[in-house]
């Protein structure tokens, strides 16, 4: 039997209005449809002031730095080597930490979980469910190859491996290894090396190079950045830049902009520890409001709590994006910066019933969400 509820207010996640006293109707875990009137046989489970898509942290190490554990348990960075394609972030989360919880009580449903960004190649990126029970339950899909530029992996010299001491150093590995994949992808093709062959390290950064996987790079500041350009029209992969928290000019988004290259912002509210985010102010955020690059919004969790993901919205409030602009951000471009948003980041007919019902409106402090509906189903109710 279909399910509705009945909301004042639709944010469908697309930067437009919100829709007026309507009926958001689904059936089993897909949205039937955004109605007027109430559809006949479909059960009305609640009214709400407010209804928006169940939110998408782009970037985060939720359930391998987990809440109430020392940091010794911490599993955001395998210290094996500096170059570790065949990594997966999955096998380092456990689904019994305490912050999914939080984070379900707040709207966020979705994680992006990536390895840190000690090693210049950390491994695989994935999507997961924050309400699963278990890793095969939580996974939706991989969503790209992390690796890292700047101080972060000339830090870890004492960890095992090749390591860099210097930026030119750790950029001189991650291009060594790309022209190693790329010269080894090229016999391949020919015939001249069969793939069983190929190490592992290498084989794995074939999508990469095919443009098959997204390579999510970890850089802060504007020259490490312009490397990164430079890297991608040398070997031609697909990249996102991950953080550009130092970025403080106009004309550094401007390029970002020029280059048609996603952008996962933050995390906001962060505390600057490192000498590569001198530049980092809340301020800054002016300038991507005003030019407007492609992004998205990170939490970095437990940099930022995952549950404060949208409270980090109040400074492209007042930088002037609408309030349907800003949950846009944390919605539709988190989900179309995954590959996600063929069946999330948005409420219309096709896409999974993951939906967040608020007592009023999100943007008041006063407000919070009553009912929470991940796939169809209740997950958390006030």
Not at 18 to 31: F, G, R, S
Not at 68 to 88: H, M, Q
């Amino acid at each position: 039997m279909a399910k509705a509820v009945r909301v004042e207010n639709l944010y469908t996640g697309n930067p437009e209005p919100p829709l007026k006293n309507v009926y958001i109707v689904w059936e089993d875990n897909i949205i039937k449809g955004v109605y007027k009137r109430k559809p006949r046989n479909a059960e009305l489970l609640g009214e709400a002031h407010t209804a928006t898509p169940a939110f998408i942290d782009a970037h985060s190490h939720i359930g391998m730095r987990r809440a109430g554990e020392p940091p010794v348990e911490d599993e955001a960075n395998e210290k094996l080597d500096s170059i570790l394609t065949y990594v997966d972030a999955l096998h380092s989360v456990y689904m019994d930490d305490k912050s999914f919880k939080e984070s379900i009580e707040h709207g966020v449903l979705y994680s992006c979980v990536l390895p840190g960004s000690g090693n210049i190649i950390g491994g695989r990126a994935v999507v997961i469910r924050n309400y699963a029970e278990d890793i095969e339950e939580a996974f939706i899909k991989y969503a790209g190859v992390k690796a890292a530029l700047g101080y972060n992996p000339r830090s870890t010299i004492e960890w095992k491996g090749t390591r860099p001491y210097t930026r030119m150093g750790a950029v001189g590995l991650l291009r060594k290894w790309l022209i190693k994949t790329r010269d080894m992808l090229k016999l391949v093709e020919e015939g001249k090396k069969a793939l069983e062959e190929v190490e592992p390290e290498i084989k794995l950064l074939f999508p990469v190079l095919r443009g098959e996987e997204v390579l999510r790079v970890h850089v802060h500041k504007q020259d490490d950045i312009i490397g990164l350009f430079m890297l991608k029209k040398e070997f031609g992969f697909k990249a996102t830049i991950e953080h550009g928290a130092d970025l403080h000019t106009r004309k550094a988004f401007e390029k970002i902009k020029r280059e048609n290259i996603p952008l996962v912002y933050g995390p906001v509210d962060a505390f600057a520890y490192k000498t590569e985010l001198k530049h980092e102010y809340w301020r800054n955020i002016r300038y991507l409001v005003e030019v407007k690059p492609f992004f998205g919004l990170m939490t970095d969790h437990p940099v930022v709590l995952q549950r404060n993901l949208f409270l980090q919205l109040r400074f492209f409030r007042r930088f002037g994006l609408s309030r349907e602009e800003s949950i846009s951000i944390i919605t539709r471009n988190n989900a179309r910066i995954l590959g996600i948003d063929g069946f999330l980041g948005t409420i219309e007919k096709g896409k999974w019933a993951s939906i967040v019902l608020w007592n009023n409106d999100p943007f008041s402090l006063e407000s919070y969400p009553v009912i929470v509906i991940a796939e169809g189903k209740i997950v958390h109710e006030e």
